[in-house]
């Protein structure tokens, strides 16, 4: 698998409703989940880093814009990175999975979006591998027109 993947799901719809799935997606070594639901738009949730912890990102309503930076050096990782940029949308189920050694940041793209994140480690184990760097770090595109 490479650093980060993106797991392409499907749509079914009849007159009963709609249906997303990810026939892909192996939830084998998955022990947690949670779900962001930004305060507005404006709010751009940046720098996250774990040097093992394997992350799995699922918007299911709104859109999101989520980079990515492949971190070179954990203690003082360079400004020149750069990164990873993808936009997951409800309306094409995706889920992006990203590997240890990434930091992460994102962003959504209107009202009322949700991101789910699925996680390979627990709290405490995530909490031990935890690397936090300022917003400003790293230089990314956060706009959706671009």
């Known amino acids: 698998m490479a650093a980060s993947n993106l797991i392409q799901g499907s749509r079914f719809s009849d007159a009963r409703g709609k249906l997303n799935f990810f026939?892909?997606?192996?939830?084998k070594e998955i022990v947690r989940f949670y779900e962001i639901h930004p305060a507005n738009q404006d709010i751009i949730r940046a720098w996250q880093a774990h040097k093992e912890e394997k992350k799995w990102f699922y918007?299911?309503?709104?859109a999101f814009?989520?980079?990515?930076?492949?971190i070179d050096n954990f203690d003082k990782p360079s400004r020149e990175l750069i990164p990873e940029r993808y936009i997951l949308k409800a309306e094409d189920p995706q889920v992006l999975e990203v590997s240890g050694?990434?930091?992460?940041?994102?962003?959504?793209?209107?009202e009322n979006a949700k991101?789910?994140?699925f996680s390979n480690f627990d709290l405490q184990q995530s909490a031990g591998d935890d690397f936090r760097f300022p917003p400003d770090h790293w230089e990314a595109d956060w706009e959706v027109n671009t």
């Open 101 to 110: 050694g990434y930091a992460t940041g994102f962003k959504a793209l209107g």
């Open 65 to 70: 814009i989520v980079n990515l930076i492949k």
């Open 59 to 62: 918007c299911n309503s709104g």
């Open 115 to 117: 991101l789910l994140v």
């Open 23 to 27: 026939n892909g997606f192996k939830m």
